[in-house]
RNA sequence: GCCCCAGUGGCGGAAUUGGUAGACGCGCUUGACUCAAAAUCAAGUGCCGGAAACGGCGUGCUGGUUCGAGUCCGGCCUGGGGCACCA
């Protein structure tokens, strides 16, 4: 026989199939009111240039829901696009001096290329690309819409400045202080930045996380710590001498009377004036804006505070005067930049009063102190107990004392309950030219003015140049310099682009219509196909694209574009891909296939010989080389292979480790497979069922019928690693499948069931079986397979017999037998009664078709 | 510091509600086929003892609840993740 006859013809044979899937349209979406609507997106990529396995097993994780909720009837949409803006195309640029938009489009190219060997059922009709005007003069739109609609104000503030990026970040990209791209500390500078309003929906935001059911915990947990509600008052506490009072926040106004001091961030509006007559108190605010922000930073500075010689007023008693200080460990973004200082109950004030030697007057006493020797030592009391030292508050506990308190104080007018929130609103300005422009123009009479809608989309220059640092728009002769649009006079364009979270914070709606010009999308398409019943992606955008996306969902909602609020109706977070790490003799990092292992277990360089360590099994990364290139292997292999690897070693949620052995042993599977289909001898298509089937045949039909059931549970769960288990037991168990009354008959059936149940995850060879089994139709068009009830049926049951709790047999008793007969067929068995002879019978549990513990 | 998750064979992982721990795969061992190798097929494979039958032990450690615990409860250990001058 011909090598090409007993072998699968990978190559030719995906290939075919990708081109009849392409050619016959067999993915487009079109709305359709009669068929339930099935939304499947995985979050879009960066066109780097090349795809990475976690590309390959996100969208294979996608791809296996999209291709079976085809199957089960849904109208599925499964789009694919680029996030296309960022900075990488502006370093390629500085780099390789090439223009971004020609980098990003190149390496959009290429990597549809290799998306398109995946074999994945996308509606390619719908590809976007953010950097395009057809995409972006809709977010300028929406931009302008938000503005109209409250939700967009500009200010100056304190940003978080990348000085290695040249730009502002948002404070979701500022990891431990550093720029999350660029890695480098942050520094603090005033910037007029233009702001969404994300805070307005704060507590919306986190409302609507419990109804997000099908999100895992993690992701909504993280959501909810990031908004970070807590609930506490304004309080105003007059100062000596001034008109107005100081409002401080706090969450314990149970403590009141344990104040002993006040303190104001450094860019308090207060701290300010009192610098400018007060040159030591300027340089300590100086010296406080240089601090970093990084964990090293706040761990090591020491509470630092400058008495301003301005004295508070304490509101509960105010005879007691409190000096004011200005303190590093203020900050003037959460609550209202101001706080009053209980040393006893709380570790910085503890700190900052030890360190300038202010009074710590404890008025919580814990439930087990004593009143008379209760001393704060090192360590503030943060517990409930008993108010003490507090006049009117004593005996009070915690929440009694706040709830005192306010009600005291907000009927005197000195103060009110109200919600603080970590959560910021959502800086989008960046100094960047490879970004939306934003469509304002500054005009020195009418100040920020919108651009006309007819006039959009503003544009990028495209003669830029990347010569010199800093933003090229701003640089370029040109293009800011335009007339007000409003009076016509000289004015200079907006310089600065959007985050790039802003192209995808709209893109799952894009999709629904990526065809209209005029409007981002039509309300109609929106209405049918949003939200996205399931979205895949990585667990990095917990916060950032997840949070963003909410937030941007109903902001669009309210300026009328779409009916829902939240984008994403389900949420798979997958796990990374990892891979073992190799050094050589210098401690240089090694790619996997440079390395190669010997067969007495020692690993060398595949090229010298030279010996390698192996290290730990780390998430694959460029810096410690431990990656495999998804080309190669899927070159070599096969896009089924790799699909079925990344699916059956380990749940999708959990992190993957990449090795050999495993594809191999996935190759090997599929090659198995299609020698038992290729090599079957089986009744042709349609052939009538025997009128009776042998009893070891009829059992592989159970089998076949039961793996029907227990896979399509497992798909519905994601459980992927474990249908493929059921599959591969299925076709063990066909294997084995021996002569006997309707063989050749159950065969077929078991045959066309693996084939069918495995289709979502290697689509091309199922389609290739499908055929060599004789269908002229298209898995594709197949419905999913349906379990026969009769065969699901249990005529006996397994019951384990335990001694004492031990295993010490089991017994095959008919489904649902008494429990009278259950237990005296345990106490008949012989290795039963081995342990019970010469015993009294003490007590016999019996839990029908499973157990029959027996107690001696 | 606060919050969360996870610890099961040599490895990845199974074990819907407490009810036969280790499905499926990888690796390994032995055998068949072959001049040989690869591929493929067959058998075995938690650990200890035993030729076997069989017995003992076993889900990070420890204590508890229960006829029965990987699963529930308390205390610890280890690993991972998130947040962190948030008043």
């Not at 290695?164 to 948002?170: N, P």
């Not at 915990?217 to 509600?229: A, C, K, P, S």
């Not at 010997?598 to 690993?603: C, F, I, N, Q």
């Not at 699909?643 to 090997?668: N, Q």
Request: aromatic residues 10%; negative net charge; charged residues 25%.
């Amino acid at each position: 026989m011909s090598r090409s006859r007993d072998r699968y013809n990978v190559k030719e044979t995906e290939a075919r199939w990708q081109a009849i899937w392409e050619d016959r349209g067999c993915f487009h979406a079109r709305e359709d009111d009669a068929r339930a609507k099935y939304y499947v997106l995985e979050m879009f990529p960066y066109p780097s240039g090349r795809i990475h396995m976690g590309h390959v097993r996100n969208y294979t994780l996608g791809d296996v829901v999209a291709r079976y909720k085809r199957a089960r009837g849904f109208n599925v949409l499964h789009p694919m696009g680029w996030d296309a803006f960022g900075l990488p195309a502006e370093n390629a640029a500085i780099a390789n001096k090439v223009h971004p938009a020609r980098w990003t489009r190149e390496n959009i190219a290429a990597m549809r290329t290799q998306l398109k060997a995946m074999g994945l059922s996308y509606d390619w009709r719908r590809e976007i690309a953010t950097c395009e005007p057809e995409y972006y003069r809709h977010e300028q739109k929406m931009f302008l819409d938000f503005l109209a609609a409250g939700l967009v104000y500009r200010k100056e503030s304190w940003v978080n400045w990348d000085p290695v990026e040249h730009t502002v970040l948002a404070n979701e990209q500022v990891i431990d202080g550093r720029g999350w791209r660029s890695g480098v500390p942050v520094e603090k500078r005033l910037l007029s930045q233009w702001f969404l309003k994300i805070t307005e929906y704060a507590d919306d935001l986190l409302a609507a996380l419990k109804d997000l059911e099908r999100w895992p915990e993690r992701v909504r947990l993280m959501q909810e710590n990031w908004i970070g509600r807590s609930e506490g008052m304004r309080l105003t506490f007059d100062v000596e001498g001034a008109e107005e009072g100081l409002e401080v926040f706090t969450t314990r106004p149970d403590t009141l009377f344990g104040a002993s001091f006040c303190a104001l961030s450094p860019n308090h509006p207060l701290a300010q004036r009192a610098a400018a007559d007060n040159p030591a108190l300027a340089d300590f605010i100086a010296e406080c804006n240089r601090m970093g922000t990084s964990e090293e930073a706040i761990e090591t500075a020491e509470k630092k505070g400058f008495d301003t010689g301005m004295v508070a007023l304490n509101p509960v008693r105010p005879d007691q005067r409190l000096p004011i200080y200005v303190a590093n460990f203020v900050l003037m973004e959460y609550g209202t930049g101001a706080i009053f200082g209980c040393p006893a109950h709380d570790q910085r004030d503890l700190d900052f009063a030890r360190k300038y030697d202010l009074p710590v007057v404890p008025v919580v006493l814990p439930p087990d102190a004593d009143a008379a020797d209760f001393a704060i030592g090192a360590e503030p009391y943060v517990g409930d107990g008993t108010l003490i030292n507090s006049e009117w508050l004593d005996g009070l506990d915690v929440p009694a004392a706040k709830r005192a308190v306010a009600e005291r104080l907000e009927a005197e007018g000195r103060g009110a309950r109200t919600v603080s929130y970590r959560l910021r609103d959502w800086g989008v300005s960046r100094q960047r030219y490879w970004g939306c422009p934003i469509p304002i123009v500054h005009c020195p009479d009418c100040g920020a003015v919108p651009v006309p809608e007819a006039e959009l989309p503003v544009t990028l220059p495209e003669d830029v140049d990347f010569d010199q640092p800093g933003n090229p728009l701003d640089r370029h002769p040109t293009w800011k310099h335009v007339d007000c649009p409003s009076c016509g006079t000289p004015a200079r364009r907006e310089t600065d682009t959007f985050d790039t979270f802003f192209e995808s914070s709209w893109y799952f709606a894009r999709f629904a219509d990526p065809w209209s010009t005029d409007i981002g999308f039509k309300r109609a398409a929106a209405d049918y196909w949003l939200p996205v019943d399931q979205y895949i992606g990585g667990i990095e955008h917990a916060v950032l694209h997840l949070l963003y996306s909410r937030f941007f969902t109903r902001a669009l909602r309210r300026c009328g574009y779409v009916g829902v609020d939240e984008p994403f109706a389900g949420l798979l977070t997958q796990g990374m891909i990892c891979h073992e790490t190799y050094r050589d003799e210098k401690g240089d990092w090694l790619f996997p296939s440079e390395v190669t292992r010997l067969d007495d277990g020692r690993w060398v360089r595949a090229a010298t010989g030279a010996p390698v360590t192996v290290g730990r099994v780390e998430k694959m990364s460029k810096s410690k080389k431990n990656v495999v290139d998804p080309e190669g292997i899927i070159a070599t292999y096969g896009a089924d292979t790799a699909r079925l690897f990344m699916l059956s070693d380990s749940p999708p949620e959990r992190d993957l480790e990449w090795t050999d052995a495993g594809v191999d042993g996935a190759w090997r599977y599929i090659n198995r497979l299609w020698r038992m289909v290729i090599g079957a001898g089986l009744p042709p298509v349609g052939a009538p069922a025997p009128a009776s089937f042998a009893p070891e045949v009829t059992a592989v039909r159970q089998v076949t019928h039961r793996t029907i059931a227990a896979v399509t549970d497992d798909l519905e769960r994601f459980h992927f690693n474990k249908a493929v288990a059921r599959i591969r037991e299925l076709t063990n168990a066909l294997g084995e499948l021996a002569e006997g009354e309707g063989a050749g008959w159950a065969l077929r059936e078991g045959l066309e069931t693996v084939v069918r149940l495995v289709n979502p995850m290697t689509p091309h060879l199922a389609e290739e079986l499908w055929r060599a089994l004789g269908h002229a139709t298209m898995l594709v068009d197949t419905p999913w397979p349906e379990a026969d009830p009769a065969l699901l049926v249990e005529e006996t049951a397994t019951v384990a017999v335990q001694v004492n709790g031990k295993l010490r047999a089991t017994l095959a008793l008919a489904k649902d037998a008494p429990r009278e007969e259950a237990e005296a067929a345990a106490l008949a068995d012989p290795a039963v009664q081995k342990f019970t002879a010469g015993k009294t019978i003490r007590k016999v549990i019996v839990v029908p078709n499973k157990i029959v513990n027996v107690v001696v």
